[in-house]
RNA sequence: GCCGAGGUGGCGAAAUGGUAUACGCAGGGGACUUAAAAUCCCCCGGGAGAAAUCCCAUGCGGGUUCGAGUCCCGCCCUCGGCACCA
């Protein structure tokens, strides 16, 4: 009966033969919805696990082993939570909108509305190929307005809550892409796509403001069960920084050759004229002394306050020359720096003395307040400053106590801890106090006050382009921007066929009058659509929360469903998106929380990120050649193989090298799995091996720490292990020690794990029952173990004894060994130290010595 | 420059402060076979030695410890991320 059944499958003689093993079990999974939950599942699932990996984009070239290596990742995760009795939800679906699709679109002449069903359709023959449990029944396509009706509905309630404003903003510019970055996707100054250098445009843009949310951001990081490096990619990035505003006034001109030092604080005060104050924000309030000058970006809108008539043609010119350069150039930080003198002055709240502001573009208008105090004596950037333009530099802090002295001709600044001098009333503290005195004493003159800084932007969401999600606003001269009713989404993307973006700066939907033009839903005059579409990340920072609902199609997630799957047990995926998607998710998460649609602030519990896949050593690229097609390799070994193979590697968030001969040893393994559980079926005698036993005990044990762990290449090893110990010289295996095997394999060769697992007479899936095997610690015990003798920490001689055998006898069998008398002879022994079941180690006096 | 991760045989890699090199690849030898493939068994860090055994070896230099790949201090290198961020 049972050859029969292999007959059926495809086997002649017995040998393991994955192709027609795992075609007939993914038919089998698809045609019984093995891995798929009815509504009432998802609604009532016991113990839900909700296991997530990052959605791929569909390219035309179909998977590539870093998408196979991460979903197998997780897929195995996945599968042993399911084996050890939870109920698993494991969707996959597309994230096909974007610059990607659109580009590459243009590129082959073809329009993105034909090209993404043919790839989808790829890639989950691909997906269904490599036998992920996926649950076929819940994907979600971004570009399907089934979903992104609910993207357009999460930008809605964001701009409700005031959370997406419309702001005119330097944003950043791909002369390629034509169109907007966010600050993310500009990698060095240049677009993060095609590499080409960005450049500045001043366009009014859509933004989500999530710098509203810093500190909560931060603050979630704490208490989610994340990779330390995601959370310290997400830490820097948000980039906290603690400090104070300091003001100073705009100083009357002054001819620039005159010292003011001699004036006292009284008299300049006098000749102070309190138009306006220039605030800059700073790290270090305890260098003030040392401020011998300001600075401000040369787009700060008090440029043109401070700036004299003479010095107006030459801040003008600068500023001219600042806007056009790109920011590649203008983010080089070896470049000389360069600035010019506005002729204006501004008084150094702390000494008194008047100094003059300077533009220069090595200050930002986008961080702080787009203006600083410039301490040469403390900082590298103002010391070059100084240098270039013969400022004055003061030294304010001292590395020693000793050293008082005002050093006139230092060659770097000094950023280091010391003592403050030169600093009136406050010489002597060290930089921490003097911070803290330094801000209190202004403080009360109004003159400061506390400031925490953040690196994080606004989401720039609005794209000039074609393949996105409509953004839902109505431009009405009347009303300003409006919402598009609820009832009227989704916003159907036409397809058009010039989809082309061109140098205008805006959307080519802006091109078709006859979508644009539309009623205004407040006054009911003519008014225009928007025509920018959203960000792809928008389509990604919510999906998770459609997929247990995509049988809704009311709501975007049902109350129910979410309150039951939700947050995401676990997610896999890739660090790249560590500041991008994965921060976005957190924002939206966040953001519909508050607005009171979801009951939960975090979103994942549980992020892992997974390590990059190298081949022989470097790093795969398409120019390079050496790309791996994961179609060939599943033809010629099977999927069990290769999933085996990736897992294999190395530490799955570490990565790993694929050298092509590696795969020869989990294919063998496999093999040997199939031809043992063979063995096995006719040999079914049930005698007890103890040795085995052990063995598997310990195996059961290891592999069942380490899975969950994600710690595959050692599970497998142990795996291994444990097959050498079952067949170690010929040994005929029997089918008690096979079984648990096979089911301690399933995760990574589920296929093979399921056709055993039906030879061996069981009629259910294997994955429908809870079939891990439990281990006994009493059985994975061993009796007698191999312990260490050494001589001053050097191993002399091993010696295997009765497990747990105590110190004393241990000693006397120890100093019975050949090897060990003749040492213990050349001294005395001063001190035993005795480690049970590990080793035993005798310390020697020397006696020559 | 700052923040991460890492550096172990010919190669991919293992090792709660306790017998370094598990597991696998490649390589060598053997069995089976007319032959090949597949499979199975044995060997495999370097050096000395007939052997017992000894010495050396986890990027480099110090330290703590009975004992360090693992902990501490100071360097070097590789890979990722951030970067005139005030």
């Known amino acids: 009966m049972r050859s029969r059944e292999l007959m059926m499958s495809g086997n002649q003689n017995n040998s393991y033969t994955p192709i027609p093993i795992e075609e ?22 016991e113990n839900s696990y909700y296991n997530l990996m990052m959605f791929p984009y569909p390219s035309a070239e179909g998977l590539h082993v870093g998408n196979i290596y991460a979903f197998t990742g997780a897929d195995v995760h996945g599968r042993f939570q399911q084996l050890t009795g939870h109920t698993v939800f494991e969707p996959i679906g597309f994230d096909a909108f974007g610059i990607h699709s659109e580009n590459f679109a243009l590129k082959q002449s073809l329009h993105p509305m034909d090209l993404i069903p043919s790839n989808v359709t790829n890639f989950t023959r691909q997906l269904k190929r490599m036998g992920g449990m996926f ?66 445009r001043h366009i009014a843009q859509w933004f989500f403001r999530i710098t509203e949310y810093s500190q909560r951001l931060l603050d979630g990081l704490k208490q989610i069960d994340w990779s330390e490096t995601t959370k310290k990619a997400q830490e820097n990035w948000i980039g906290r920084s ?9 100083s009357v001109e002054e001819d620039e050759t005159t010292s003011l030092d001699h004036l006292t604080q009284d008299e300049l005060s006098s000749v102070t004229i309190n138009l306006k104050t220039i605030e800059v924000f700073t790290t270090r309030p305890d260098t003030v002394f040392g401020a011998t000058y300001i600075v401000l970006s040369p787009e700060h809108p008090l440029v043109k ?90 030294q304010v802090v001292s590395a020693e106590k000793k050293s008082k002295d005002t050093v006139t001709d230092i060659l770097q600044a000094y950023s280091g801890d010391g003592v403050l001098i030169n600093s009136k009333h406050f010489d002597g503290l060290s930089v921490a106090e003097g911070k803290k005195a330094i801000c209190d004493w202004l403080k009360t003159k109004d003159m400061a006050s506390v400031h925490v800084g953040y690196r994080l932007h606004d989401w720039c969401i609005s794209r000039q382009r074609y393949w996105g999600p409509p953004i839902p606003i109505i431009h009405c001269d009347e009303c300003g921007p409006v919402a598009v009713p609820e009832e009227s989404l989704p916003i159907i993307l036409p397809r058009i066929e010039n989809f082309k973006p061109d140098d205008s700066g805006v959307s080519p939907l802006a091109r078709l009058e006859e979508w644009y033009l539309a009623d205004c839903p407040e006054c009911g005059k003519t008014a225009r659509r928007e025509t920018d579409v959203s960000d792809t990340f928008l389509d990604s920072s919510w999906y998770f929360l459609r997929y247990p609902s995509t049988d809704s199609e009311d709501v975007p997630f049902d109350s129910t469903i979410t309150r039951k799957w939700l947050p995401v047990n676990c997610y896999i995926g890739g660090n790249e998106h560590a500041v991008l998607h994965l921060l976005y998710s957190r924002f939206i998460t966040m953001a519909l929380y508050d607005i009171g649609h979801i009951d939960f602030q975090e979103p994942f519990v549980r992020f892992r990120a997974h390590g990059l896949i190298i081949r022989e050593g470097s790093k795969m690229s398409k120019s390079k050649g050496n790309v791996i097609i994961p179609d060939q390799i599943i033809e010629k070994y099977g999927a069990d193989t290769f999933r085996t193979y ?14 092509d001969d590696g795969i020869q040893g989990p294919h063998g393994f496999l093999h040997r799995v199939w031809e043992t559980a063979m063995l096995s079926l006719q040999n079914d005698k049930q005698e007890k091996d103890s040795n085995v036993e052990r063995k598997l005990h310990q195996t059961i044990q290891q592999v069942t720490d380490q899975i969950p762990e994600l710690r595959y290449n ?27 095997l096979v089911v301690m394999i399933a995760p990574f060769a589920p296929h093979l794990a399921e056709e055993i697992w039906e030879s061996f007479g069981h009629s259910e899936s294997l994955f429908s029952g809870v079939n891990w095997p439990e281990y006994s610690a009493d059985k994975a015990r061993a009796d007698t173990v191999e312990m260490a003798i050494q001589i001053n920490g050097k191993l002399r001689a091993t010696i295997t004894v009765q497990a747990e055998m105590d110190q004393e006898e241990l000693e006397k069998l120890s100093r019975a060994e050949k090897n060990i008398s003749r040492y213990l002879e050349m001294g005395t022994v001063k001190r035993v130290i005795y480690v049970p079941n590990r080793l035993i180690n005798f310390v020697l006096e020397s006696n020559n010595a």
Request: glycine share 8%; hydrophobic share 35%; charged share 25%.
């Open 714 to 740: 050692t599970s497998i090893a142990a795996l291994m292990e444990y097959l050498n110990v079952v067949r170690s010289k010929g040994r005929t295996p029997q089918r008690c020690e096979i079984e648990p």
């Open 305 to 394: 306050e401070v700036t004299s008539d003479q010095q107006r043609e030459a801040v003008q010119a600068y500023q001219k020359k600042t806007a056009k350069l790109d920011l590649v150039a203008r983010q080089k930080t070896e470049k000389t720096k360069t600035g010019v003198f506005t002729g204006g002055y501004a008084l150094n709240p702390a000494t008194g003395t008047v100094i003059p502001v300077w533009i220069a573009d090595y200050v930002m208008m986008t961080y702080g307040t787009g203006a600083i105090m410039a301490v040469p004596g403390h900082d590298q950037r103002d010391f070059d400053f100084a240098k270039a333009m013969d400022l004055p530099i003061k």
């Open 135 to 200: 649950d076929w029944k819940h994907t979600v396509d971004t570009t399907d307005p089934s979903y992104y009706r609910w993207t357009q509905w999460i930008f809605l309630q964001l701009f409700k809550s005031g959370l997406a404003v419309r702001k005119e903003a330097p944003v950043n510019w791909c002369p390629s892409c034509m169109t907007v970055l966010s600050n993310e996707q500009v990698v060095g100054g240049r677009c993060e796509r095609c590499n080409t250098p960005v450049e500045q």
């Open 242 to 250: 603690e400090g104070a505003i300091l003001n100073f006034p705009i």
């Open 646 to 659: 990736l897992m294999f590697l190395g530490p799955f968030d570490e990565g790993g090298d694929y050298q």
């Open 24 to 45: 007939k079990w993914q038919t089998r999974w698809e045609h019984e919805a093995t891995n798929t939950l009815s509504p009432q599942a998802l609604e009532e699932g």
